[in-house]
């Protein structure tokens, strides 16, 4: 089974400022990595996959880079919205498919 | 537009069984495989099972192999999941999830709560 850990498990950051969040595989999983965002009480929403890949209405201030074991999300400029829990999911072998444990995004 | 929506959560004891479904519309459901990911309070997200779009191909996370069972209706639009000799440890927010290439999850619906304690 493939560990997904995402770094740091909580980020203060100010509105408009950019965040950076990690995520290492413990073995590669290619460019086969999603990216999810949660907010309190709903179910998670699509933002990124194959890495770098923008889902349908995601916004440009988010991007994602990286292959092999280390991946990051961007978010260029946060908005008021963006604060909320970011989970990375590798889909590169499976079953199963695995998550990051989470980074949550707070308001500095 | 899109829509999961699930049903059948609720409190159950130690040791019982629940089945939730997952009515979906927006889409033509028989063409996707279909998950189940379960989230604990105030933890991530785990991935529980999986199913081709026929039918076919169920996989199951270890920790549920031998106790829950996932299928769909295809002539219905609705998946399922059969839970069974639950414990304390399935005790979480069971959400569907449509996947966009078998892979990752594309939509998701709200969710369901499932509470095993006595």
């Known amino acids: 089974e493939i560990v997904m850990t995402q770094s740091p498990a909580t980020l203060s950051v100010s509105p408009g400022e950019r965040a950076t969040l990690s995520c290492r595989a413990s073995?590669?999983?290619?460019?086969?990595l999603a990216w999810y965002q949660q907010k309190p009480g709903q179910a998670p929403r699509l933002l990124i996959y194959?890495?770098?890949t923008r889902a349908t209405g995601i916004p440009a201030r988010f991007s994602g880079s990286g292959s092999g074991t280390e991946f990051t999300l961007t978010i260029s400029s946060l908005q008021s919205e963006d604060f909320a829990v970011y989970f990375c999911?590798?889909?590169?072998?499976?079953?199963?498919?695995?998550f990051g444990g989470g980074t949550k995004v707070e308001i500095k | 537009e899109v829509q999961l929506v699930e049903s059948g959560g609720g409190l159950v004891q130690p040791g019982g069984s629940l089945r939730l479904s997952c009515a979906a519309s927006?889409?033509?459901?028989?063409?996707?495989?279909m998950n189940w990911v379960r989230q604990a309070p105030g933890k991530g997200l785990e991935w529980v099972s999986s199913?081709?779009?026929?039918?076919?191909?169920?996989y199951y996370a270890d920790s549920v192999k031998g106790r829950f069972t996932i299928s769909r209706d295809n002539s219905n639009n609705t998946l399922y999941l059969q839970m069974n000799s639950l414990r304390a440890d399935d005790t979480a927010v069971y959400f569907c999830?449509?996947?966009?290439?078998?892979?990752?999850?594309?939509?998701w619906g709200q969710g369901a709560l499932v509470t095993v304690s006595s």
């Open positions: 999911q590798q889909y590169n072998n499976w079953p199963p498919f695995t």
């Open positions: 194959g890495a770098s």
């Open positions: 927006g889409f033509t459901f028989s063409s996707y495989a």
């Open positions: 999830a449509k996947a966009r290439s078998a892979e990752f999850f594309d939509y």
């Open positions: 073995q590669s999983v290619s460019s086969n």
């Open positions: 199913i081709g779009g026929r039918g076919n191909s169920p």
